[in-house]
Structure formats: C-alpha cells, structure tokens
C-alpha cells in the first residue's frame, strides 16, 4: 500500500466547494486547495465513502495557484495521491 500524503486542515485555502455542474448528484464531487495540490473530495452518497485525491497544478500555467469550483470544474494536473486531512 503506498502511503497517502498528509495535510492539516490549516494548510487548506477554503473549504471544499461543489462546482454547478456536480451539485445535487448521487456522487458529490468537490474541490479545494493548497498551496502545492489541488484536492479533489469524491462522496458516494450511496454507500457512504469518501474519497480525497491530490493534483499538481496544471504543468501549462493556465492556473495561477488559485481554482474557483464555485464556478466550474477546475483543470486538473497530474495525480500525486490519496490525501489523509487532519
């Protein structure tokens, strides 16, 4: 098993926020950020599991370390892992 990487609830810049698009699903898909990931919170409503995955920051600079879900979908970068938040 790989090891999940660790972030403090401190170290989040907002809470997690549902873009329009996901909102009043079976599956709530959310997101929120750090200074170095962009976490994204998957909740099955179904059978109660939640899920937390880290991204980089897209590699093309088309975020400048900032992502607005309460608007869209942020674009992702590449995967770094599963999040354990403290």
């Not at 991204?55 to 600079?61: E, I, L, V």
Request: negative net charge.
């Amino acid at each position: 098993m790989k090891n999940k990487i660790v972030i403090d609830r401190d170290e989040l810049q907002s809470g997690f926020l549902t873009p329009p698009v996901n909102q009043g699903q079976m599956v709530d898909v959310s997101y929120a950020c750090t200074e170095d990931y962009i976490l994204e919170r998957t909740e099955d409503r179904s059978d109660r599991t939640l899920e937390i995955v880290a991204y980089h920051y897209p590699a093309d600079g088309s975020e400048d370390n900032g992502i607005e879900p309460w608007q869209a979908v942020p674009k992702l970068g590449r995967r770094a892992g599963l999040v354990e938040l403290r």
